[in-house]
Structures are given as C-alpha cells and as structure tokens.
C-alpha cells in the first residue's frame, strides 16, 4: 500500500526561504501539524551552503559572494559546502516523521533507501545511476547527486542535489580554494570525477523535465502515493520568522 505525501510547488526561492521552509516543516510535523512532505527547489540567487559544523569565513570566500550577487547560508545538516547554481541544480528535501516506515534505523540504510526516488528518476531520462555510500549517486565512476540528513524535532530530513549543469569555475570561485590552485588540471579533475544530467543527455534537457522525471521517480522507487499540497499558514509565518532570526542572520550563519 503507497504511503501517501505532500509534494509541494516546485518554487525557486532565496537560501534563507529554502533552509527556513525545511525547518518549519519538520516543526510543525513534530506536533503533528504537517504531513509527510517532499519538495524541489532552485536557488535565486545562486547560492552556497554550508554544514552545520562547519565555519563559514573556513570554507566561502564571501567577498566573492557579496560582489557577485551569490548567497550563502548554513544548513541544519551536515556535510561539507555546497555551490547551488540557479542554472544547474534542482534540490530536493524529504521531511518524514521519525516513525516512518522509509525511516531506517541505519544512517546508510536510510540514505540507500531515499536515494533510490532520485536513481529512478535518473533512469526516467535514460541514465543508469546507484547509490554509492555514504550519501552520493554517480554515474560509472563520476558524482551527479550529493546528499544530506538531519533527525531532530521527532523527524527526520533528507535534502541533497541533483545536477543538471556544472559550472566548475564558479564553483572553486565561491569556495575557498587558494586561488594559485586552481589550475586546468584541477579544473578537468573535477570533470573526471563530477556529471551532470547535460553532460550525459545533452542540453535539450529542461529544469521542468528533470522535476518531471524526479516526482515520477520518489513515486515509484519509494511506493509514495503524491498528493499537490502547500503550506499551512501557520508554516508560512514559521518560515518567515526562521528567516529572520536565523536563515538571513550572520549570528547564525557565521557562528563559526
């Protein structure tokens, strides 16, 4: 029997919204107040995350990002830091109760398990892809999804991205990579072990028809049953308050 979900929009949204829109849901379902929930995303601006433990002036060059327009902002996950290019990336979360039956005990068995809604999804564009412990999708040999998880407030969240264009350049400008190395070589080392869904299909491929694809995969390889929602309006006011006194707050995302 399909477990039933709430698929939200597909929105392109600023980072301070997209982390506090995670976090509002997973309080909110901590007290039974919001279902089961899956959303995709894109960053407007591109923007770069980084894991909770991590120290943000360590790991961003940030006048960089103020110069170019590129946010930044910390995640309530784990993990190292992210570029997230509006024009190569779609991002996904899956927020469920820590009781769900998708919920394994085991951090890998958990990441195994969600991981596959994006492996078939994958496949509905034609690209033979697995899951490749601890938390990354690849395609032979080369990386096309990280992946990131979180168990607080009686949930448990999932939230990675799935690439469907590399801006390799950008990417080593956003982090903090010693300028002296960032060499052609290192630059084609990153394409020899970095695909995205362009690289491998082409540029015909569209932002909807990646979505498309992935809605159809979690369905699928996750037995969920989708429902279109939104939501509440006691989520919306949560997710403009998180903003506020975290997301878009350098106390917050420079703590470290």
């Known amino acids: 029997m399909p477990h039933s979900i709430r698929l939200l929009e597909f929105a392109t949204q600023n980072a301070p919204m997209n982390m506090a829109t995670d976090e509002s849901i997973m309080k909110h379902m901590a007290k039974g107040n919001a279902p089961p929930t899956l959303r995709f ?5 591109s923007a770069v995350s980084i894991g909770v433990f991590q120290g943000m002036t360590e790991e961003v060059d940030l006048d960089y990002c103020r110069d170019n327009g590129i946010d930044y902002v910390r995640r309530i996950t784990g993990g190292g830091a992210v570029y997230h290019d509006y024009n190569g990336e779609i991002t996904y979360s899956i927020i469920l109760p820590k009781d769900h039956p998708l919920v394994k005990p085991s951090i890998i068995e958990s990441y195994k398990s969600l991981c596959s809604g994006i492996i078939e999804g994958l496949a509905n564009l034609g690209i033979d892809a697995e899951f490749r412990p601890i938390n990354d999708i690849v395609v032979g040999e080369k990386k096309i999804s990280g992946n990131a998880q979180t168990r607080r407030y009686s949930c448990m969240l999932q939230h990675g991205t799935i690439l469907l264009d590399l801006d390799v350049e950008t990417m080593f400008s956003v982090l ?21 869904v362009r690289d491998l299909l082409g540029e015909g491929i569209s932002f909807d028809d990646l979505y498309n694809a992935l809605v159809s995969g979690f369905s699928k390889g996750l037995d969920l049953e989708i429902e279109q929602g939104v939501l509440s309006q006691s989520e919306k006011e949560m997710v403009e308050s998180l903003i506020e006194s975290r997301y878009a707050s350098d106390e917050w995302n420079l703590s470290r």
Request: charged share 40%; hydrophobic share 25%; net charge positive.
């Open 176 to 196: 903090k990579v010693p300028k002296e190395k960032i060499s052609d070589k290192m630059i084609s080392d990153v394409n020899e072990r970095v695909t995205s």
């Open 41 to 45: 995303y894109r960053w407007n601006p």
